[in-house]
């Protein structure tokens, strides 16, 4: 026998036995571990603060820390104001949205060619847009990441491929902490989820080359946050 076929057969003889439940090594029968409530996990995660206001500051400081740009805005014409400032300060020739309610009222005022996702597109056309602009299904104040879906992001290339990412967001879609949002998900879909759930903290970023900072290097190199 060689050694090949030595190292195979102890696999398949291994397979044959089942593997004990984890706990149950002593002969017992595990029971299945209890799942801690929600507020149980609190007290293991981040300070939040108490109310909304704390929730804003916690997430500008989160959003500067991880080298994002965020924005509290007082109206939908503050938003405008404030997207076509970036417009003509990134130089965009090109952008990128989906239909919904927010793109769908902010987006024209950019007078800029719009690619939309939620429509027939070349993947060409999209990498080579200069911003892509999405809604999103949360904010999270503790970690200050967005929470996006393949339903509120248009899709799963939107906020990957441009370089750069706008989040279109509501004040009522900011929340403190992980379990709110998870739980803002659940409400919202119930039982028929998006295939894509993704949390979208700062820009694309990787430090695996001498432990340098590049900013990015998988995504989009860019994130702003603009909610009112």
């Known amino acids: 026998m060689t050694e090949r076929e030595n190292i195979l057969a102890r696999v398949r003889e291994a397979l044959k036995t089942p593997a004990p439940l984890p706990g149950s090594h002593d002969g017992t ?22 109310d909304f206001n704390d929730w804003v500051e916690l997430f500008g400081k989160n959003a500067v820390d991880l080298k994002a740009d965020f924005q509290m805005l007082n109206s939908a014409d503050e938003m405008r104001r404030a997207l076509i400032r970036l417009r003509d300060a990134g130089g ?32 060409h056309a999209l990498e080579a847009c200069d911003v ?16 996006v879906t393949s339903r509120s992001a248009g899709g799963r290339a939107l906020s990957v491929l ?11 879609q900011l929340v403190p902490d ?20 993704s949390f979208i903290t700062g820009p694309s970023r990787t430090g695996d080359i001498e432990r ?17």
Not at 212 to 228: E, N, Q
């Open 29 to 50: 029968h595990a029971a299945p571990l209890p799942q801690p409530p929600v507020a149980g996990a609190r007290q293991w995660l981040p300070a939040v603060g108490k």
């Open 92 to 123: 965009w020739k090109r952008a990128a949205c989906h239909s919904g309610m927010l793109p769908d009222a902010i987006c024209p005022i950019l007078d800029l060619p719009l690619l939309r996702t939620d429509r027939p597109y070349d993947v």
């Open 132 to 147: 892509g602009i999405s809604e999103c299904d949360a904010l999270i104040a503790q970690t200050g990441s967005v929470l």
């Open 162 to 172: 441009p370089p750069h990412h706008v989040v279109l967001a509501r004040r009522d």
């Open 178 to 197: 992980l379990p709110a949002a998870f739980d803002l998900v659940k409400k919202r879909y119930a039982d028929n989820y998006p295939s894509m759930i």
């Open 212 to 228: 340098i900072l590049v900013l990015g290097a998988h995504g989009p190199k860019k994130l702003t946050v603009l909610c009112f």
